[in-house]
């Protein structure tokens, strides 16, 4: 199982922000590196919790991987949660949060999965860094755009 956690200051951004261009789903085939398409499906929204379910294509190189996902975004805690057990994981829990700082907001992304092939799962534990500071950045430029 491939279990990495990642860590970034993105500076001049509020928590709120970032919190809500990551909880955008719908929207990542627009600016998320390699997520092509996404459909939402199953949505219950409140003032402070959102669930939802997600169907998303990831395109990468000559590969496309569809995989569905539940997703929980706690506003009050800045938190969204991910879980999966669809083709390419046997398993997926990703969490994200966000705590705001004087001038930063401290992003924490953790992800445990279990892949289907261990050749994918060798090659996202070897480039996850690279791939999860690329979302991260196109999360942090969206919010501050």
Same mark, same amino acid.
């Given at each position: ?5 990642? *860590?970034?200051? $993105? ?10 261009? $990551?909880?955008? #789903?719908?929207?990542? /085939?627009?600016? #998320?590196?390699?997520?092509?398409? #996404?459909? !939402? @499906?199953?949505? &219950? ?7 939802? %379910? /997600? +169907?998303? %294509?990831?395109? @990468? ?5 569809? &995989?569905?996902?539940? $997703?929980? $975004?706690? +506003?009050?805690?800045?938190? !969204? %949660?991910?879980?999966? *057990?669809?083709?390419? @994981?046997?398993?997926? !829990? /990703?969490?994200? %949060? ?5 001038n930063f907001c401290k992003v924490t992304f953790s992800l445990q999965a279990s892949f289907n092939s261990f050749l994918k799962e060798k090659l996202v534990s070897i480039s996850f860094e690279k791939i999860a500071l690329k979302i991260i950045k196109a999360f942090e430029s969206r919010a501050k755009?």
């Amino acid at each position: 199982m491939l279990k990495k956690t990642l *860590t970034k200051n $993105v500076y001049d951004c509020k928590a709120d922000d970032l919190l809500n261009v $990551v909880a955008d #789903v719908e929207s990542y /085939a627009d600016f #998320v590196p390699f997520c092509s398409d #996404v459909a !939402i @499906f199953n949505k &219950f929204v409140s003032q402070e919790l959102e669930y939802f %379910s /997600a +169907r998303i %294509s990831i395109k @990468f190189k000559f590969a496309v991987e569809n &995989f569905e996902s539940k $997703v929980a $975004v706690n +506003r009050k805690l800045n938190t !969204i %949660s991910i879980t999966g *057990t669809t083709k390419p @994981f046997n398993s997926l !829990i /990703a969490e994200w %949060s966000f705590f705001e700082q004087d001038n930063f907001c401290k992003v924490t992304f953790s992800l445990q999965a279990s892949f289907n092939s261990f050749l994918k799962e060798k090659l996202v534990s070897i480039s996850f860094e690279k791939i999860a500071l690329k979302i991260i950045k196109a999360f942090e430029s969206r919010a501050k755009g």
